[in-house]
């Protein structure tokens, strides 16, 4: 499996915050890998608790997502933006979600379903 080293480089610094800390990541996997029974990701956690999480990630941070074949499959954080729903802004979080190089962008509102967090 081919490892991003483009994430695996790069240091973080959170909106929140000055401190630094690496982007989060699992050994062993590669962009497009589907999850493995007993991950480091919990896949029985509520909507409500996945998005809650989700507003932690940062460029460079990896996490599963939900595709259209209802598998959790391993993808990079590429972009934090905010987009426009009609007249209203909102957070997105642009992930890399193949070994292709295709994106998936999901809103705010889709974070709870489509994305979980690996536990650092």
């Known amino acids: 499996a081919r490892m991003n080293s483009r994430a695996m480089a790069l240091t973080l610094k959170s909106f929140n915050s000055k401190a630094t800390r690496r982007p989060i990541s699992l050994e062993g996997y590669s962009i497009g890998d589907q999850s493995k029974l007993n991950d ?5 956690v509520s909507n409500e608790e996945a998005a ?13 997502i939900l595709r ?10 590429i972009d934090k933006a905010v987009v426009l729903d009609g ?5 997105a979080l642009r992930f890399e979600v193949g070994a292709d190089g295709s994106l998936k962008t999901f809103k705010e509102a889709q974070w709870g379903k489509y994305v979980r967090v690996i536990k650092t």
């Open 68 to 77: 259209s074949d209802c598998k959790w499959t391993y993808a990079i954080v």
């Open 87 to 91: 007249m209203v802004g909102q957070s």
């Open 52 to 64: 809650l999480a989700a507003k932690s990630l940062e460029v460079g941070d990896a996490a599963f």
């Open 40 to 44: 480091s990701i919990s896949l029985e």
